[in-house]
């Protein structure tokens, strides 16, 4: 069945570092690939979406890539900021839009 | 907006005691899902549903059920509560596939 394993439990950072967390999926058709952000006390929300078609998404200074080669997705963003703090899901869309995630990053970006 | 809307937020129970958690979407949404996140699983699909009066099970669909009543309302139902469902359910409205996902802000459930 499908499903995406997230390696990465927590990273802590200092503002304007660089961040990169990385999945690796199955599946057996073609991919539509998430990264939610969680922000404490709320419910995930869609980061970023990454398909067969666009191989990369941009939102809020946020890039997600995926390799087909590798079966890997990664998020990355140039200078972290605190307010970036909060967990970081990825996910994969399977039948009935249901969505499978990864255990989830906790990002913590000190001052 | 999208609206998920979970009720209650917080919710002690007992165990053996029956508890029920309710979500209504506004969305219009044909699918709807219940998740539960603990550390260290992400959010694990418990049952879903493509429309009222469907329930399907997820992963995870062991000491629960679920009912669709309506296009809006999707109900998690712990018929015999354990120790062991203590977590955070969140339920989550979505449309036709590759479409965007709408979580509610969840339900802390603690059974003691």
């Known amino acids: 069945g499908d499903s995406v394993t997230q390696k990465q439990g927590q990273v802590t950072l200092s503002e304007d570092d660089f961040l990169f967390i990385n999945c690796t999926y199955s599946?057996?058709?073609?991919?539509?690939l998430l990264w939610y952000v969680q922000y404490l006390g709320q419910g995930p929300q869609l980061l970023l979406k990454?398909?067969?078609?666009?191989n990369k998404g941009i939102s809020r200074g946020f890039e997600a890539t995926y390799d087909k080669g590798t079966t890997s997705f990664h998020l990355q963003k140039a200078s972290v900021q605190e307010s970036d703090s909060a967990v970081y899901f990825c996910a994969l869309v399977s039948n009935y839009n249901v969505l499978y995630f990864g255990s989830g990053t906790k990002l913590t970006v000190e001052p | 907006e999208a609206a998920v809307t979970q009720s209650p937020r917080n919710k002690v129970a007992v165990t053996g005691g029956k508890v029920t958690l309710s979500c209504n979407q506004t969305?219009?949404?044909?699918?709807m899902y219940w998740y539960r996140q603990d550390t260290g699983h992400g959010l694990r699909l418990i049952h879903y549903s493509y429309g009222a009066g469907s329930t399907e099970k997820g992963d995870i669909p062991d000491g629960y059920k679920a009912s669709r009543p309506s296009q809006e309302n999707f109900s998690l139902i712990l018929e015999l509560a354990t120790p062991s469902q203590t977590s955070v359910y969140f339920c989550?409205?979505?449309?036709?596939?590759?479409?965007?996902?709408?979580f509610g802000k969840g339900t802390r459930l603690t059974v003691v």
């Open positions: 990454v398909t067969t078609a666009n």
């Open positions: 989550a409205s979505g449309g036709g596939q590759n479409t965007e996902v709408f």
């Open positions: 599946t057996t058709t073609y991919p539509t």
């Open positions: 969305n219009n949404h044909n699918n």
